[in-house]
């Protein structure tokens, strides 16, 4: 199951992408996600390790290592979430039933065509799409 790291991952690259230099800090960003820095800095580890975002040592905040539109929604996805967590297949089904003989194969088909069907569509959004429709440029004081 997709949990919220997804969308809090593409509200941190959001605020980062909006915000001037320095001052997407985790506690700006901890503000506005309504969470505790803690959680932010764990989720920008990994955009930080997945190559979106960086820091220096010393500077407050993250930039950008690419603009928004060369982010898509997928790479975020990818960066946060594992393989497995989208849709998961209850273990050891009665193999006596002519239902529990069948099930795992027939639901890992259609998992499967669910999840590349998502993937899809996260492939054709970007950061700079999301920007978009909440009406922000690339500053949020535009």
């Known amino acids: 199951m997709v949990?919220?790291?997804?969308a809090v991952a593409i509200h941190i690259l959001s605020i980062v992408a909006s915000t001037p230099c320095g001052q997407a800090t985790s506690a700006y960003i901890a503000g506005s996600v309504n969470t505790n820095p803690v959680v932010i800095r764990r989720i920008s580890s990994m955009l930080k390790k997945a190559g979106m975002i960086e820091s220096k040592v010393g500077s407050p905040?993250?930039?950008l290592t690419k603009s928004p539109e060369e982010i898509t929604l997928?790479?975020?996805?990818k960066a946060v979430q594992s393989p497995d967590e989208l849709f998961a297949i209850h273990e050891e089904p009665n193999?006596?039933?002519p239902?529990?003989?069948?099930?795992?194969?027939?639901?890992?088909?259609?998992?499967?065509?669910?999840q590349q069907a998502m993937e899809q569509e996260l492939a054709n959004k970007t950061v700079a799409d999301?920007?978009?429709?909440?009406?922000m440029g690339k500053n949020v004081t535009e």
């Open 95 to 97: 193999p006596a039933c």
């Open 61 to 63: 905040g993250s930039t």
């Open 99 to 114: 239902i529990g003989r069948q099930i795992q194969h027939t639901l890992t088909d259609v998992f499967l065509g669910a």
């Open 3 to 6: 949990n919220s790291r997804f």
């Open 130 to 135: 999301v920007l978009s429709g909440m009406g």
């Open 74 to 77: 997928l790479d975020v996805y």
